[in-house]
Nanobody, 122 residues
Framework: QVQLVESGGGLVQAGGSLRLSCAAS????????MGWYRQAPGKERELVAD???????NYADSVKGRFTISRDNAKNTVYLQMNSLKPEDTAVYSC????????????????WGKGTLVTVSS
């Protein structure tokens, strides 16, 4: 079994910063892309940022220049540093990882964390 556990959400004023973490644990042979998604009330889930195992990053236009995604492969952990937060960043942020559970399983699977709430007050 693979688990993704997020931490670091909370309430912050506009202009403030938060750092999210997501640690993967369990049966893990290798991890490909890891990413952060968010879903605001009444809206569809959207990609915020993702990062490949080699460190290539991708960001939504709405967060470019404000958010930074990084990962520690030794700890199977992905981070999201969020600066200059805006009220429209308020959402549940969920971690996603494409994981190959074992050496004998050739196909990697997508796993999700339960999410952490980020609330930005104006």
């Amino acid at each position: 079994q693979v688990q993704l556990v997020e931490s670091g959400g909370g309430l912050v004023q506009a202009g403030g910063s938060l750092r999210l973490s997501c640690a993967a644990s369990g049966s893990i042979f290798s991890i490909n892309t890891m990413g952060w998604y968010r879903q605001a009330p009444g809206k569809e889930r959207e990609l915020v940022a993702d990062i490949t195992s080699g460190g290539t990053t991708n960001y939504a236009d709405s967060v470019k220049g404000r958010f930074t995604i990084s990962r520690d492969n030794a700890k199977n952990t992905v981070y999201l540093q969020m600066n200059s937060l805006k009220p429209e960043d308020t959402a549940v942020y969920s971690c996603n990882a494409n994981i190959r559970p074992s050496a004998t399983r050739l196909v990697a699977l997508n796993y999700w964390g339960k999410g952490t709430l980020v609330t930005v007050s104006s």
